[in-house]
Each structure stands twice: as C-alpha cells, then as structure tokens.
C-alpha cells in the first residue's frame, strides 16, 4: 500500500464543471502546474538537456525493467526512460510541515527548472533506501496567508522519474518533511462514456464515465482533460477527482468536430492514460465558442 504524506490528504468534492471560477489561490497555482505538465505530454524528452544540478547516484534501470546499480561517481541523468515525475503538495513553511497531493508519472511532460542550491529537495530513493537521484527546489510563495496565519509554500516540480524508485522523499535541510512509497503495479483505466463518434448534445449536462482500478488495492484519484484538436493539446476539466464519473456543463466546453476526453488515474505515484477509443462532435454555440 502507498504511504502517504504526515497530513492525510481531504477527499476533494466533485461538481459540475464550470471554468476556474472557486477554487483557493494556492490550489489554482497547483492546478495551473498541472496543466502545464500535462499540455506538455504530446512533447519529446529524446535529445533535451536535462536541468543541472539533476543528478544520479544510480544509473536508470536497464531495457530488461531489472534494476542496476553500481559505485560510480554521480553523473546526469540519462533520459531513455521518458518519464517525468509530477509532485506536488502545499509545505507549511512556519511549521515544516507538507501535505502531499496525488503524484503522476507521465511519457514526455517538460521538467521544471532546478536552482543551483536550495535547502529542500526531492530525493529517489531505491528499495534499500539508497539514493538514485536528488533535485533541489525552492517552494513557490503563497499570497493567501495573513501575517498571522503560517507562511504557506506550493510544492510543484517535474522531475526526471528513474525507474526503480521505491520511496520518493521531500526534505528540508536534509531533514524528512514527507515522504510516500512506489507500489510495485501501476493502476488501470478506461473511458466509457463517450468513447467516440458520438455528436453531443449543445446544452444540458453530459456525464462523463469511466472505469479503473488498481493491482495494489490502492485507492485512485482522476484527472479529466478534454481536446478540441484530437490530442495534439489539452485542458484540464477537473483534478482530484475520487468518482469514476463527472457531470460538466455542455455550454462550457469549447466546441470542435474531433473532440477528446482523457483520464488520468493515479494510486499516488503510478499512472495509467486512458483517452476517447476516436473523436466526438461538440458543436460550437456563443457560449463556448473558442
């Protein structure tokens, strides 16, 4: 089972889908990172230079899937692998104390950039507790706290994931803040409705369903996207989702004859995608015209 931040995390509450109207500064700036991560799914890793200051005591692990390690000197991480690590969480700076939020493995999303030096990191960490890579990162500022309420920061980094990572641990002076485990089997997912060919309807609620689950037993937490552009980019309809379905507003979705639905589901850490089997019609009206 995951183990998961000091501060258990709220189940959050699903509504129907209106655009970025409620939400608390510091979870629209988490929101927002996520949104980034995710539009930069469709983009190549192959070639990039990774951020400096990412490094690997541990070389990734080998085309077999089995786990290598060595002695040798620290060096850059390789990027084969193609996977980017989201984390993310809200640090009580006062207190240093975090709460963590769902983490995602994702195929080809951008990093976010290191600084030269910071007293907080990411560290991996394999099954023997060893470190396989490190990434400093400084806490995005929250303007929502008083002067007498704690200084609160946003944890939100994409890192480069290095298969064979068993614990992912956020530190603070090289002290543990919080830290959550890497099950061995990644959940599952499928989109039911719609699966594609449909036209939908240009008012009204539409339902949108899904199905996952998890070897593990772990429980799941969605992310729903909608494309207008067949996959190419996409936008975040809802986060945290912890139903296997989301009523949204048809009037509040951009219209487009090769439309997408995509779910995210993840156990913490592991990930599973699943899209619309082909595209669907939502036709365009005044009110969700581009």
């Not at 929502?144 to 603070?172: M, N, R």
């Amino acid at each position: 089972m995951a183990k998961f931040a000091d501060i258990p995390m709220k189940n959050p509450k699903t509504k129907i889908y209106k655009i970025n109207r409620s939400y608390r500064r510091d979870r629209i700036i988490v929101s927002i990172f996520m949104i980034y991560v995710v539009i930069s799914l469709a983009s190549t890793v192959s070639g990039r230079n990774l951020p400096q200051n990412a490094m690997a005591e541990e070389p990734a692990a080998a085309k077999s899937m089995q786990c290598v390690t060595n002695t040798a000197k620290p060096q850059l991480l390789s990027t084969t692998s193609n996977q980017t690590l989201s984390v993310r969480g809200i640090i009580d700076l006062t207190r240093s104390t975090i709460k963590l939020d769902p983490f995602m493995i994702l195929p080809g999303s951008k990093y976010t950039a290191r600084p030269i030096n910071s007293s907080f990191n990411i560290n991996l960490l394999d099954g023997k507790g060893r470190t396989l890579a490190h990434y400093p990162f400084e806490p995005k500022m929250s303007t929502k706290a008083s002067q007498s309420q704690d200084k609160a920061g946003i944890l939100s980094e994409a890192v480069p994931y290095i298969l064979c990572t068993k614990e992912i641990v956020i530190s603070k002076d090289n002290k543990q803040l919080a830290s959550r485990n890497v099950d061995d089997y990644a959940p599952k997912a499928q989109i039911i409705f719609p699966i594609g060919g449909e036209t939908l309807s240009l008012t009204g609620n539409l339902t949108v369903k899904w199905q996952g689950s998890d070897p593990d037993g772990d429980s799941l937490t969605y992310f729903l996207l909608y494309s207008t552009d067949a996959g190419r980019s996409w936008q975040t309809i809802a986060s945290d989702i912890k139903a296997t379905h989301l009523t949204i507003n048809m009037g509040a979705l951009p219209g487009s004859n090769i439309a997408l639905f995509r779910i995210i589901a993840t156990d913490g850490v592991n990930t599973a995608i699943s899209d619309s089997n082909s595209t669907f019609s939502v036709p365009s009206t005044s009110s969700n015209a581009g």
